[in-house]
């Protein structure tokens, strides 16, 4: 057996660890438990390496940034309204349903 769990460690790379060398001799037709090839790998003095996971995928650009599309009212909530059916200089404020609402100033 302990010829088997070399044999698998060696044909990963070695980067599987006891469970995974498990589920490769349980396939094999292997009856054992994860905790035999446990001890086993550690008699043997198999370390299973660990996977390297690359950190911070998002980079900047190296192009400036396109227009902000989004308008964004200024502080305060009040924004001049454009819509048809308010007057040019109307003031609105959006409520929390973000309907429009008069403002009398």
């Known amino acids: 057996m302990a ?9 990963s790379g070695g980067t599987y ?3 995974k060398v498990w589920i490769r001799l349980i396939r ?4 054992v438990s994860v905790d035999t090839i446990a001890t086993v790998m550690a ?9 390297c996971h690359r950190r911070g995928l998002t980079r900047p650009g190296k192009r400036p940034a396109g227009p902000d599309f989004v308008r964004v009212p200024p502080p305060g909530g009040l924004a001049v309204s454009s819509s048809p059916g308010y007057s040019a200089g109307t003031e609105r404020r959006l ?5 429009p609402v008069r403002l009398s100033l």
Not at 28 to 31: A, C, F, H, L, V
Not at 43 to 51: K, S
Not at 95 to 99: G, K, Y
Request: without cysteine; charged residues 25%.
């Open 3 to 11: 010829a088997a769990v070399q044999e698998e460690f060696t044909g």
């Open 17 to 19: 660890g006891s469970p």
């Open 28 to 31: 094999q037709g292997w009856r």
């Open 43 to 51: 008699e043997l003095g198999l370390v299973a390496r660990r996977v």
């Open 95 to 99: 409520n929390r349903r973000h309907s």
